[in-house]
């Protein structure tokens, strides 16, 4: 089973995630910040927080939660366009 074994921030806003499979993602998650009001929390800061990881997810402590088939299903539809 696909799991996350690490996630870094790169930028101010892009995570760095790293799969059990060697696969590296980079994900932008501004997108997210500014129309997911999950996020709110996140936007007042000026530079992402480094996230946690349970394997399945990537969250934030007091903030939201991405999970690992939600993050494919947004790559995908970014690929698609």
């Known amino acids: 089973m696909l799991q996350i ?3 870094d921030v790169v930028d101010d806003w892009t995570l760095d995630i790293e799969l059990n499979n060697g696969h590296m993602i980079l994900f ?3 997108r997210l910040a500014e129309t997911d009001p ?3 929390v996140l936007r007042k800061l000026e530079v992402l ?3 946690s ?4 997810s990537i ?6 939660r991405l ?4 993050i494919m299903t ?3 539809r970014h690929d698609n366009i």
């Open 74 to 76: 947004l790559l995908s």
């Open 53 to 56: 990881t349970d394997g399945q």
């Open 28 to 30: 932008d998650t501004r």
């Open 59 to 64: 969250y934030w402590r007091d903030g939201p």
């Open 38 to 40: 999950a996020y709110a």
């Open 5 to 7: 074994t690490r996630a």
């Open 49 to 51: 927080p480094r996230p």
């Open 67 to 70: 999970e690992l088939r939600e």
